[in-house]
């Protein structure tokens, strides 16, 4: 490490993420690394904590847009308390949530029709005759209703 920072290198191998990947969360203002006296980029050691939490959520299906938003509140060149992350924590706790009740409703109604007609077996009648779901428009309309959206 660099007495002025982690070179991308550096902080390329505490991450696991490629040189480019660095990069590129960059650009979506994950991490916001300073130039030192000669130009180069130089990262601080919470950026090892900003990307190890932007690739934790986008495991979760947060598009990276999202994750940029929630973190663009938190101090870029220090390393968050445990209050600011705790705000980031509660701003994505809902959507998390969301998330996994859409999931288990549909792991529920997966073994049955879920009003698309991608799974139309000879119970689908029972669950949509005559293709009624279709009048709500396109795409699961049984899981669309159940979940409130």
Partial sequence: MAKDGLTIGDLSKRTGLAVSAIRFYETHGIVEPVRNAGGHRRYGRHDIRRLSFAMAAQKLGL??????????????????????????????????????????????????????????????????PDDGAARAGPGPQFLKLSNGS
């Fill in 63 to 128: 598009p990276l847009s999202e994750i940029a938003h929630h973190m663009s509140d938190l101090p870029s060149h220090r390393a968050p308390s445990r209050s600011e992350w705790g705000e980031i924590s509660l701003g994505i706790r809902d959507r998390i949530d969301a998330q996994i009740a859409q999931l288990n409703l549909l792991k529920d109604k997966l073994d049955g029709c879920i009003g698309c007609g991608c799974l139309s077996l000879d119970t689908c009648a029972l669950y949509n």
